[in-house]
């Protein structure tokens, strides 16, 4: 599949989807707390998605049974929202995606549930400078293995791992498009990043070994040790100069 170029209206349409998307996820991020039913986050997205007249790009998606991904702990990604009480020390993963006017906006964020260790709040950190980081490197002209490059590094100079079996990719009609953009690599790899390209960044970090494992609903991945993992992303489009961060409120 080619790279889509997205035009400046187009970009304008993407940006709106992310704003939304990011709006929603700070409401999600207030309601974290001790005691909630991580389905409690589904029911909000419904809600608040319907209120601003834009789709759930996840929900249905290749089956997906959800509005949005609620990962816990040592799940990294996918996890499904459902009966499951968040606790004290917890980290949440949440990752969503909102539909409008024909155009996907995509973003997540890793929040702590009441007091965390020090060692999550580091993960977490490390993980949120590792996507800025990616985003920095993300010019016109520069190789796209640029942005996985500076993710890396970043994350591993922590002594952290990046997640290699599930990477960023391209983003506009279609939740995924070309180019895949993994979190790891040289940074001469991969096409070079032109005006127009709109792009997920999300790095994906774990404390121990970057490996992984589905659980048996098929969706849900985990840390291959069972270490913590935390996981950020922004939609971005590709400028002549300093890239533009398509999901902010």
Known sequence: MPIIIKSDDEIAIIREAGRIV??????LKEEIRPGLATKALDDIVRREFAARGVTPTFLGYRGYPATVCVSVNDQIVHGIPGERILEEGDIVSMDLGATHRGFVGDAAITVGVGRISPKAERLIRVTEEALWKGIAAAGAGAPLGAISFAIQRHAESADFSVVREYVGHGVGREMHEEPQVPNYGPPDRGPILSRGMVLALEPMVNVGDWH???????WTVRTL????SAHFEHTIAITDGEAQVLTLP
């Not at 992984?212 to 098929?218: A, I, L, P, V, Y």
């Not at 040790?225 to 913590?228: A, E, N, R, T």
């Open 225 to 228: 040790d069972g270490s913590l």
């Open 22 to 27: 990011a709006q929603v996820l700070e409401i």
């Open 212 to 218: 992984t494992r589905r659980d048996s609903d098929n």
